[in-house]
């Protein structure tokens, strides 16, 4: 089987759908398919064309992190992507920016299309007038339509005039995110908050609630693990509540530190104003992490009680209190237990995988997408 799959970032870039799409196209490339991936060429140091895990990977050039730039790199990567969708046999668009250029190449070629909706991007968007007729049409056109959350499925069925869009949470490598062989019995204890530092993952709210956390837990340290353009008004916050000592600034991380970073804390904190799903969040829990997260978006499809727990966003008293509960009870690594359990038992790269290749089964073979074999996520 050879698959194309178009993204806008790819590996080495850190992120959620960056890592989801690399999950997916080198387990598919251990499964026996042939992957190529046409993505964006987003640093200068990065090769036009390589290959990597047995992906050729082919990048056009990103004028700009914006969506006036992701629009010209589109429309730039449609002869690259027709080129190399001629010897595939069907062609995957991961997030909605990747669906024109998936779109013509797979038509063009004759080829069935999957597309994959992700990111709060679509969220957004979708509120927007102007937005709603063009999103439609995005959401009608491929042979199948993926989702990474409830919340995105329902959205993208709307807006598809009954469309059947298909959630499917992203997945975690569990190989490679695990609890570490020695996790130590920290006291202090130490909170890990992996988030972009932008402002719809709400780390403002978590160094507001520090100083509450700070009372109840002396000692208590927290790492932010991201980089992004609120760290500097961030920093100023952690001096003006005198919690600066408490909170390390640790910046973007390659994706391969991350299993150690996550396997250092105690408790990992979600924030977040707004989510898909955040893998992670996924991650974490792979690390056998207890949760706290807001109950936004994706979040609340994976994180309950027996886990973690869930909080209202932007409130960092309730964040405070949730986190500084956790942390005094004596059931905590039972948790971070269970969240490894879930992790392993419905979010693995490997469910990913065959999920994918199910339904790419069917299209080459010209039948109806069946139902998922097993539950494909949540609940």
Not at 20 to 40: D, M, N, P, Q, Y
Not at 94 to 105: D, E, M, T
Request: proline fraction near 7%; aromatic fraction near 6%; hydrophobic fraction near 45%.
């Amino acid at each position: 089987m050879r698959i194309l799959i178009h993204c806008v970032y790819y590996a080495p870039e850190v992120g959620g759908l960056e890592s989801h799409v690399a999950g997916l196209a080198e387990g598919l490339a251990a499964r026996g398919a042939e992957v190529r991936v046409i993505t964006s060429r987003s640093r200068p140091e990065l090769p036009l064309e390589e290959s990597a895990s047995g992906i050729r990977i082919r990048r056009i050039p990103l004028p700009s992190r914006t969506a006036a730039g992701w629009a010209r790199y589109a429309l730039a990567s449609i002869p690259a992507t027709r080129r190399w969708a001629r010897s595939a046999d069907l062609v995957h668009a991961q997030s909605f920016a990747s669906i024109l250029p998936a779109g013509v190449a797979a038509r063009s070629a004759g080829r069935p299309w999957v597309a994959s909706f992700h990111t709060s991007h679509f969220l957004v968007r979708s509120t927007r007038p102007a937005w709603i007729p063009v999103l439609s049409g995005l959401v009608r056109w491929p042979d199948h339509a993926f989702a990474a959350s409830e919340e995105i499925r329902s959205v993208a069925e709307n807006l598809g005039g009954g469309r059947r869009v298909e959630a499917l949470t992203n997945g975690v490598d569990t190989a490679r995110f695990r609890p570490p062989g020695n996790r130590r019995g920290s006291r202090p204890p130490i909170l890990v908050v992996p988030r972009r530092l932008v402002p719809k993952n709400g780390v403002e709210y978590f160094v507001r609630a520090l100083p509450g956390i700070r009372r109840r837990v002396p000692g208590v340290r927290a790492r932010l693990i991201g980089d992004g353009p609120e760290r500097e008004r961030l920093k100023v916050l952690a001096r003006q509540l005198q919690v600066e000592e408490s909170l390390e600034f640790l910046g973007a991380r390659p994706h391969a530190e991350m299993p150690e970073l996550l396997g250092s804390g105690d408790l990992a904190i979600f924030p977040s104003l707004m989510e898909a799903t955040s893998v992670a969040a996924l991650e974490a829990m792979a690390c056998g992490l207890p949760v706290v997260a807001t109950a936004v978006g994706g979040l609340a499809e994976i994180v309950d009680e027996e886990v973690g727990t869930l909080v209202p966003a932007a409130d960092p008293d309730a964040l405070a209190r949730a986190v500084t509960t956790l942390l005094a009870d004596a059931d905590l690594r039972t948790r971070g237990a269970a969240a490894r359990a879930r992790v392993a038992a419905r979010w693995s790269n490997d469910r990913l995988v065959e999920r994918h290749l199910e339904v790419y089964g069917d299209l080459l073979a010209g039948r109806r997408v069946g139902e998922p074999s097993r539950p494909a996520g949540g609940g």
